[in-house]
């Protein structure tokens, strides 16, 4: 069955992944089944988005009850599921409004636009500096935005105003920020897919302070990072750092697309009818899972689990007894680690084996095994993935 279904996708779909050679055919909780009925733990959440695991109970409940009342309006009305959800994310963030989405690539997209609607109205240049390393989405303004990797080749020529610098290094903010009179910086406060690089403790901090002393502003693509995943509702309140825009989607609807703007009143005011929009965004639908999503993560404390299980996974990681010089650094924030690995060759072979022993991860950057569990991963899961690791390891590079 797998090998019928495998062949039929390669033969139809456009070559635009590296996929394993897997077809899912059901998952619960923290656990997918292939159509032969092999079993795996499933770290690697969607790229984030199963927040709480496959086929939890209120999700599905929640998205049938939808189904038989409406799943569909556009904007030109309104509903209680987008009323509830929309005052849940300003009750639980910085933000005054929310713009509302399908997609983190097109929640960044608003993001520009709405930073750029700023700049116009308060005089400044709309030009936005961003990371080196940065990774935005794949639409033509987020990936303007996005530093030069593969997913740009042959898509030029982007928009212009936008320039990078080093992350992680807050003095260049303050530079660039002079130098190009630029309106935000626009910066994620881990990244994600240069390989779950997590910048200096102070890092946000003080990028908020220099935004706030330049006249720009801050706005933080959290895409990956928010919805508890980091040990917090939001990465910024590890440093108490609220930003001007944010951005969130993959973890919100839980594996229903959604995703958001979030902004302050000063960034929103500027916005009119017909400014932007979306025909699917904020749909009664999906509206009702990410609600769903979000008070199960409150109610449950599944972001003390997601902080208690990242310690446990980091720490198992730090400690494990792997092959000399195999392993370079293991790295992380919550239930967003990053094992680093010295040769790309051994990263590749690891993860392919750690799926054949029943352990799928992401191969992030070609030398970073990513893990991204669900938020309501256990011990014994946590446990589980650290010893097909080192097992892997072990097989590929030796003891």
Same mark, same amino acid.
Request: glycine share 10%.
């Given at each position: ?33 292939? =159509? ?20 939890? =109970?209120?999700?599905? &409940? ?70 080196? *390393? ?55 406060? !881990? ?89 699917? *965004? *904020? ?20 972001? *003390? ?56 991860? !992401? ?30 390891? &072990? ?5």
């Amino acid at each position: 069955m797998s090998r019928e279904i495998i062949s039929s996708t390669d033969a139809n779909v456009m070559n635009t992944y590296s996929r394993f050679p897997i077809a899912v055919s059901k998952g619960r909780g923290a656990w997918l089944w292939d =159509t032969d009925g092999k079993k795996y733990l499933d770290f690697t959440s969607g790229i984030a988005v199963t927040t709480l695991g496959h086929c939890h =109970t209120t999700l599905v &409940e929640t998205a049938k009850k939808q189904m038989d009342e409406v799943i569909h309006t556009s904007n030109l009305f309104y509903t209680a599921p987008q009323a509830r959800l929309v005052s849940l994310l300003t009750e639980h963030s910085f933000a005054d409004k929310v713009f509302l989405c399908n997609s983190g690539t097109e929640a960044c997209e608003g993001a520009i636009k709405f930073a750029r609607r700023w700049a116009e109205k308060n005089g400044r240049e709309k030009t936005i500096v961003c990371a080196d *390393g940065s990774f935005h989405g794949r639409t033509l303004g987020a990936l303007a935005a996005t530093s030069g990797r593969n997913c740009r080749d042959g898509f030029d020529p982007f928009p212009d105003g936008f320039v990078f610098i080093p992350y992680g290094e807050p003095e260049k903010i303050s530079e660039a920020l002079d130098t190009h009179r630029a309106c935000a910086f626009m910066v994620e406060p !881990i990244q994600g897919e240069n390989g779950v690089v997590v910048p200096p403790q102070d890092y946000i901090a003080r990028a908020r302070e220099i935004c706030s002393e330049k006249g720009a502003l801050l706005v933080l693509d959290e895409i990956q990072t928010a919805m508890g995943r980091t040990g917090k509702m939001f990465c910024y309140e590890h440093s108490d750092a609220a930003p001007d825009i944010a951005t969130i989607a993959k973890g919100l609807g839980g594996g229903v697309p959604c995703g958001a703007v979030l902004a302050t009143g000063e960034v929103a005011e500027h916005l009119t009818p017909g400014s932007h929009g979306s025909t699917f *965004g *904020g749909g009664p639908f999906a509206c009702a899972c990410a609600i769903a999503v979000i008070e199960e993560v409150l109610s449950s404390d599944l972001i *003390g689990n997601a902080r208690q299980r990242g310690e446990r996974l980091l720490s198992g990681l730090r400690m494990a007894d792997f092959a000399s010089g195999a392993v370079k650094e293991a790295r992380g924030m919550g239930l967003m680690a990053g094992l680093e690995f010295t040769s790309p060759e051994a990263a590749k072979s690891i993860v392919n084996v750690c799926a054949e022993k029943g352990l799928l991860t !992401i191969l992030t950057a070609q030398i970073v095994m990513r893990m991204l569990p669900p938020l309501i991963v256990t011990d014994e899961e946590i446990d589980f993935a650290v010893n097909v690791i080192k097992e892997s390891v &072990e097989e590929v590079c030796g003891k």
